[in-house]
């Protein structure tokens, strides 16, 4: 059973929904998110998504667009991530990290390898949001031979038939994009949300987690009556732009716990 | 009349390369534009609908010009026009907008998007959103337009949106990222792409719609001169008018088929397109093809005189091309299409684009070394009116008076 798999039992157990906040690796300073990721866990938050910047990362919004701008800006790349990735489960951290980047870089350094890579890293699985299940072929098996989940995505516009398609081929859980459109933070959840998520669960039983536009403590709750899980992305992006260096852990503690 | 292609390439795959590397959200979008263009492909309808305005609209068959002077000038091959600068709109564009156009008409869709890097697109684009009755939303890098206002204004005359792309290097790869993040916010919109690149269908529908260019020039060469040119040349950015003249040809071994990237103002990465030079495949943009990139998998910033060259990948079909070995790919400098630019100007009185230019910058060389019993064709893929403060401007930094 993969540590993913794991903590969804749990959670269950638990009647808890999954916090999973997403941070840019080396964002705001290269060195943070050595420091976020350990008191974020301790702060309740029970997987992360650690996003790797990409030139042209053409599913996301202003502000993961700026964050990743400022990552490559303090020298970021693949193999820094993967360190990070190594350096966080040293300093004990045992919630399971998910790499989310775009295809482009993984290609550049091989897929094989970033997937072996990972894996001795102490790295779970994948999130690419530019590889859908007809592209996934080379990936899905690179995963699988390292013991990786590669996280498949279920769109409101995906059709029954293929929801159930893409569960087959996903692990771990499946990513519910919970908007028509690009990640960011929002005033409210799309009112047909519920509605696609019990669409979604007629199809698989894997763990459903909800992302795009999940912004506030009120956002994850509502996500909890319908989902297993929800990530917090664009927001808690928006919280460290304005937090001075030294408040960073703080406020970003501060801001998850407030999503609870 | 041009007839469509049997479907040998309906995977979305040129050799390795193409494919469809897209967003979930996007994915059923897609999807449902491959099957419109499925059902338009062979449908006799369509195809007259899309005829009869290419000839009473665009002003098709474009001709072709032997260029004498320029012939004599350059003492070789005898070089003849593919004129697309005279199609309505000033470029090859219009005929992939329309197709386009057409095809989002019978989808109903109300709201086209589109991306322009030199603005002849996005002109086209709202154009044909003019004609048709549909809304029409332009993205363009800031950079871009500043270097070719005309054209910002005269979508705007035609009643388009042009909204400002701030990001990355403010050029037309930064447009393409801006039009599919409002594409994923509003999949019932039409993103009516503009070259032979992005996810499948894309490079494939927009080949067929550019594949006039080709067909009419083989009648008219054999017309002309009684034989096919010995090589023909275009301009490669996305490689959409490259593709339309090449594929009439493909399987004519004896025509060398040449395409000119922009060589930009040196060899480093960040100073020119050229992906045909030191790129590595990777995915860029919904396709896998040949990237500009750094080591760690980054998009690289690219430079051109020609904002409509100034893009980090290439189409799908002309990386299988070119491994094939089928066409030949190579690189114009700014400065040699500058060249380019005022030759034709003065010797033949016609104005090219910048981008085209590069075509002519090739063609110049190879006519040279080529004999008065051969032929050489150019694609001239659009005009330059666009480029002349641009041009101005070098050409007063470089001391020369036009």
Redesign the interface.
């Known amino acids: 059973m993969s540590r993913i798999a794991q903590t969804f039992a749990r959670l269950q157990q638990q009647q808890r929904t999954a916090l999973m906040p997403y941070l840019m690796i080396g964002f705001p300073r290269r060195e943070s998110t050595l420091a976020l990721v350990p008191a974020l866990e301790k702060a309740g938050a029970d997987l992360f998504e650690l996003g790797i910047p ?3 990362p ?2 996301d ?1 202003a502000t993961i ?1 700026r964050a990743g701008q400022q990552a ?1 800006t303090n020298g970021v ?3 820094f991530c993967l360190e990070t990735v190594a350096a966080l489960r040293q300093h004990g951290v045992q919630a399971p990290l998910l790499g989310m980047g ?8 091989g897929v094989e390898q970033v997937c072996a890579d990972l894996a001795a890293a102490g790295g779970d699985g994948w999130i690419v ?4 299940p ?2 996934a072929h080379e990936l899905h098996h690179a995963c699988q031979r390292y013991g990786l989940d590669m996280i ?8 029954n038939e ?1 929801i159930a398609e ?1 569960a087959q081929l996903a692990s771990g859980f499946l990513y519910c ?1 919970a908007l ?3 990640t960011g933070q929002r005033d409210t959840l799309w009112p047909g949300l519920g509605d696609f998520l019990q669409r979604v669960r007629q199809h698989t039983d894997l763990p459903l987690v909800v992302g795009f536009g999940i912004s506030r403590a009120e956002h994850v709750a509502e996500v909890g009556t319908m989902a297993d899980g929800a990530i917090v992305g664009s927001a808690l992006i928006h919280q460290l732009e304005q937090l001075p260096p030294e408040a960073e852990v703080a406020g970003s503690v501060a801001f998850v716990r407030g999503l609870q | 009349m041009v007839q469509p292609l049997p479907g040998s390439i309906d995977a979305g795959r040129f050799g390795p390369y193409g494919g469809r590397y897209v967003p979930e959200t996007l994915f059923s979008t897609i999807a449902e534009l491959e099957t419109a263009f499925a059902a338009i492909r062979y449908d006799p309808t369509f195809w007259d609908e899309l005829h009869y305005l290419q000839r009473t609209y665009t002003g098709r068959p474009t001709p072709v010009t032997f260029a004498a002077r320029l012939t004599a000038a350059c003492g070789g091959a005898r070089i003849y026009l593919k004129r697309e600068d005279l199609a309505h709109t000033g470029a090859h564009k219009i005929n992939n907008a329309l197709g386009q156009g057409l095809l989002a008409k019978r989808m109903r869709k109300r709201r086209v998007i589109a991306e322009t890097g030199a603005g002849q697109h996005g002109v086209a684009t709202a154009t044909v959103c003019a004609l048709l009755g549909l809304q029409s939303v332009i993205y363009m890098g800031t950079d871009d337009m500043e270097r070719q206002k005309p054209n910002v204004f005269r979508m705007q005359l035609l009643g388009a949106e042009v909204c400002p792309v701030n990001s990355g290097s403010r050029t037309l790869k930064d447009a393409i990222n801006e039009a599919m993040r409002d594409w994923v916010t509003h999949p019932d919109s039409y993103y009516l792409l503009g070259s032979a690149l992005g996810p499948h269908p894309y490079p494939t529908m927009v080949r067929e719609f550019q594949r006039v260019i080709g067909c009419e020039a083989r009648e008219q060469m054999l017309e002309a001169t009684g034989n096919l040119p010995d090589a023909v040349v275009a301009c490669v950015g996305g490689g959409s008018n490259a593709i339309g003249i090449f594929h009439a040809f493909l399987n004519d071994p004896n025509v060398a088929l040449v395409g000119v990237e922009a060589g930009g103002r040196g060899d480093a990465l960040g100073e020119h397109a050229a992906r045909f030079r030191g790129a590595h495949p990777g995915v860029l943009q919904g396709t896998y093809s040949y990237v500009l990139q750094d080591d760690n998998g980054q998009i690289a910033l690219t430079h051109s005189i020609s904002a409509g060259l100034d893009y980090a990948s290439v189409g799908p079909e002309h990386a299988w091309l070119h491994d094939s070995g089928r066409a030949r790919y190579t690189a114009a400098s700014d400065a040699e299409a500058l060249d380019a630019f005022r030759q034709l100007s003065l010797l033949e009185g016609i104005i090219p684009a910048l981008e085209s230019a590069h075509a002519v910058a090739e063609a110049m060389k190879l006519a040279r070394a080529m004999q008065p019993s051969q032929s050489l064709l150019i694609n001239l893929s659009g005009r330059g009116d666009k480029d002349i403060f641009t041009v101005a401007e070098h050409l007063g930094q470089s001391g020369i008076t036009p």
């Open positions: 990409f030139s042209d053409l599913a919004g667009q490559l790349n693949l193999s775009y295809y482009n870089p993984l290609v550049r350094y949001p530019d590889v859908p007809e592209e498949m995505f279920v769109a409101p516009t995906t059709p293929r893409i994009v028509t459109g690009v």
